[in-house]
């Protein structure tokens, strides 16, 4: 069974940067796509960015585009996401998945369709 675990989160300023990490157990990372999600208090979740398993294709929110980038080690078994320029309206609990599918990363709206989460890291962008 695949488990994911995220880490990294924390206060930072704005304008500040901070790298999460994903770090999986079970099972191999290589055969799956992987994103990273996120929920503001209030809100409901959304994706900011996912990998394919394959040739590393990346998706990512427009809002994230240019300031945050994703990123995986299969060897590590691991999946990043760094995150430069931070704003305010980044502040959330990030969480990391994993998906059969890269189109199931990028198209999720909220469908019971990935594979697995991890508990979520939180990030808090605030002077």
């Known amino acids: 069974q695949l488990q994911l675990v995220e880490s990294g989160g924390g206060l930072v300023q704005p304008g500040g940067s901070l790298t999460l990490s994903c770090a999986a157990s079970g099972r191999a990372l290589n055969s799956y796509a992987l994103g990273w999600f996120r929920q503001a208090p209030g809100k409901e979740r959304e994706g900011v960015s996912c990998?394919?398993?394959?040739?590393?294709?990346?998706y990512y929110l427009p809002s994230a585009k240019g300031r945050f980038t994703i990123s995986r080690d299969n060897a590590k078994n691991t999946v990043y996401l760094q995150m430069d320029s931070l704003k305010p309206e980044d502040t959330a609990v990030y969480y990391c998945?994993?998906?059969?599918?890269?189109?199931?990363?990028?198209?999720?709206?909220?469908?019971?369709?990935?594979?697995?989460w991890g508990q979520g890291t939180l990030v808090t962008v605030s002077s």
């Open positions: 990998i394919s398993s394959r040739d590393n294709i990346t």
């Open positions: 998945a994993a998906a059969s599918q890269f189109r199931l990363c990028v198209m999720w709206s909220g469908e019971d369709t990935l594979d697995a």
